[in-house]
């Protein structure tokens, strides 16, 4: 958000844009409609009037908000009262959202009306670049890394493992591609030339002296290798590469089809790790607002508190008051700790979400959510 702070501009807001305006007024946790009446002369004060009293003993700041083309926030100090309903307040600052708004939000004036729960989210993080193993996904690689080696025997040199950064450069190529390196036969060229759907060649991406990598294979006895990055796709899709497996068979080549099964089996080991990592979280959530592009959320679960602005999306069933659940996949695009120590995430929905067969209902639940807004701000 782009911020202002001094007094002209801050003025100019308010005088052009707010005055008049209804305005959400958040003090304590607590929110209530109010609207800009003035601005003091030659201050960066405003005159506000409340629908209902606030005791500002309590907390002398103030957060106003409204969503005109963009959403903007007006940070205020208490600084005297009128009247119950009448106050004046210093403007310490104004924030404006960078991007118009596709979409306007509405806020939840009934409490209770719209709420989340049945948050399926990650446990932990699983990123390209983990300084901290989780220990499910070095348990997982331990456990296939033995079933490897006794499928294919004491003269095959196995490695599962996260990419680290003293590795040979072939492991920096199938990390940043992700797709697998795989030499047939190390003492023939074609090997090194290989060109199909899925793979890459050797030659292209890490290294084309092909008479100088034979030699250096005859003389380690190598016959075969595999280069086979182990692929994480998350809740948004996205491919995480955060491993690999390193095959190296001496005495013997690898087949094809015994290759084929390795990439299954370490699909297979990947859906087994996300699975495990999933935890589902069954607690009702309010929701502050609501858009047709998604919802600003409240939380107070210690455990997701800490984990779900790590994450990038996670999914979420929500429920209108008397209606089947809409579900939803979301990306995290905000986080924000709020007065009483609770926290807000604004979420956006994803394509994935299910709802786009249920336009019309969730349409007609958006207007309802509207027009009780507009009721209680009236």
């Known amino acids: 958000m782009d911020h202002i702070a001094e007094k002209e501009q801050k003025n100019h807001v308010i005088i052009k844009y707010l005055i008049g305006k209804p305005l959400k007024a958040h003090n304590l946790g607590l929110d209530q409609s109010c609207f800009m009446k003035d601005v003091v002369p030659g201050t960066d004060h405003a005159v506000l009037e409340l629908s209902l009293p606030i005791d500002f003993k309590m907390d002398p700041k103030l957060t106003l908000s409204i969503v005109l083309a963009r959403y903007i926030e007006i940070h205020c100090t208490f600084v005297k009262s009128y009247d119950s309903n009448l106050v004046e307040v210093k403007v310490d600052k104004i924030a404006i959202a960078k991007k118009e708004r596709a979409y306007p939000r509405f806020p939840i004036t009934e409490e209770g009306f719209v709420k ?18 989780p220990t499910l996904v070095r348990v997982s690689f331990e456990e296939y890394e033995k079933k ?85 796709i998350n809740e948004l899709e996205e491919h995480i590469p955060i491993g690999y497996v390193w095959i190296q068979t001496k005495e013997s080549k690898l087949s094809r089809a015994k290759v084929d099964d390795i990439l299954r089996l370490t699909k ?5 790790i996300k699975d495990a990592n999933l935890m589902t979280t069954e607690d009702k959530f309010p929701v502050v607002d609501v858009s047709y592009s998604g919802i600003r959320l409240r939380i107070n679960h210690p455990h997701l508190m800490t984990t779900l602005p790590k994450q990038k999306g ?37 394509g994935k979400s299910r709802v786009m067969s249920e336009k ?7 207007e309802m959510v509207k027009q009780l807004a507009q009721g209680a701000f009236a």
């Open 116 to 133: 989340a729960t049945n948050i399926i989210s990650s446990k932990t993080i699983i990123e390209a670049n983990m300084f901290n193993i």
């Open 314 to 350: 996670f999914a979420v069933d929500l429920f209108f008051k008397m209606q089947a659940p809409f579900h939803f996949f979301v990306r995290v695009a905000w986080v924000k700790k709020i007065e009483n120590g609770d926290m807000e995430l604004g979420l956006e929905f994803t």
């Open 268 to 272: 297979e080991m990947v859906e087994r």
């Open 148 to 232: 490897l080696k006794t499928e294919l025997g004491p003269n095959a040199n196995i490695v599962v493992d996260v990419f680290k950064n003293d590795l040979p450069n072939e492991f920096e190529v199938i990390k940043r591609l992700m797709k697998p390196i795989f030499l047939a036969d190390c003492y023939e060229e074609s090997s090194f030339e290989m060109q199909e759907e899925g793979f890459l060649s050797y030659s292209e991406e890490v290294d084309d002296q092909i008479q100088n990598l034979i030699k250096k294979y005859k003389d380690k006895q190598i016959e075969s290798e595999l280069f086979h990055p182990i692929i994480y």
């Open 360 to 366: 019309s209902r969730f349409e007609q639940n958006i």
